[in-house]
């Protein structure tokens, strides 16, 4: 009975381990899949983090060829507004030349109005009213240049206040752009 007994325990446990091994080759199976589901699944994400990566270089690199740009650009503004204004202020500098000739002229003409007059002063009262009308005329045509002159002259000091302004706005942002650029660029190279 004893012997009936263990025999038949030992088939139950060949049966058993039967059953175990072929568990244990289906968990080995299943092992495997999910070994090359996960190798799969390390290859996509690899492929993923290269491409995110070369969007960011390419978008840094496109961001950074457009604030170069814009930084060429605004040099180049500011370029022209000296140029601009080294003009006006060339013309700036003819007209006070010319406002200074023209007060000379004026003065000299009233010295000569003043000569005539009392030179004049021997002649007729018609032909000195008629000289003096002329000069008066002509004193009053160099005062409206005069006029125009000044006037010209406030114009184009008020433009080269103006362009020196905007020069110095056009130099702080350009200072401000050129340490951006340079803290990207440092940041980049990090």
């Given at each position: 009975?004893?012997?009936?007994r263990?025999?038949?325990?030992?088939r139950n446990?060949?049966s058993?381990?039967?059953?175990?091994?072929?568990?244990?080759?289906?968990?080995?199976?299943?092992n495997?899949e999910?070994?090359?589901?996960i190798?799969e699944?390390?290859?996509?994400?690899?492929r993923l983090?290269?491409?995110v990566?070369?969007?960011?270089?390419?978008?840094e690199?496109?961001?950074?060829?457009?604030?170069?740009c814009t930084t060429?650009e605004?040099?180049?503004?500011?370029?022209e507004?000296?140029?601009e204004?080294a003009?006006?202020?060339r013309k700036n500098?003819?007209?006070v030349?010319?406002i200074?000739?023209?007060?000379?002229?004026?003065?000299?003409?009233?010295?000569?109005?003043?000569k005539?007059?009392q030179?004049?002063?021997?002649g007729?009262?018609?032909?000195?009213?008629?000289?003096?009308?002329?000069?008066?005329a002509?004193?009053?045509?160099?005062?409206?240049e005069?006029?125009?002159v000044m006037?010209?002259?406030a114009?184009?000091a008020?433009?080269?206040?103006?362009q020196?302004?905007?020069?110095?706005?056009?130099?702080e942002?350009?200072?401000?752009?050129?340490?951006e650029l340079?803290?990207r660029?440092?940041?980049?190279?990090?």
């Amino acid at each position: 009975m004893e012997i009936l007994r263990l025999a038949q325990s030992k088939r139950n446990i060949i049966s058993l381990n039967m059953d175990l091994e072929r568990d244990m080759q289906r968990i080995d199976e299943a092992n495997q899949e999910l070994l090359l589901k996960i190798q799969e699944r390390e290859n996509e994400i690899q492929r993923l983090e290269n491409e995110v990566t070369q969007t960011g270089d390419l978008a840094e690199e496109e961001e950074w060829e457009k604030d170069n740009c814009t930084t060429m650009e605004r040099e180049t503004a500011l370029q022209e507004l000296e140029e601009e204004t080294a003009r006006l202020e060339r013309k700036n500098e003819t007209l006070v030349h010319s406002i200074t000739e023209l007060q000379k002229k004026l003065t000299r003409k009233s010295q000569k109005i003043t000569k005539c007059e009392q030179s004049n002063l021997d002649g007729t009262p018609e032909e000195s009213k008629a000289k003096l009308q002329q000069l008066e005329a002509s004193c009053a045509d160099q005062e409206k240049e005069l006029v125009k002159v000044m006037e010209e002259y406030a114009f184009v000091a008020q433009l080269c206040e103006d362009q020196a302004l905007c020069i110095k706005k056009y130099q702080e942002t350009l200072r401000k752009i050129e340490e951006e650029l340079e803290t990207r660029f440092l940041e980049r190279e990090v």
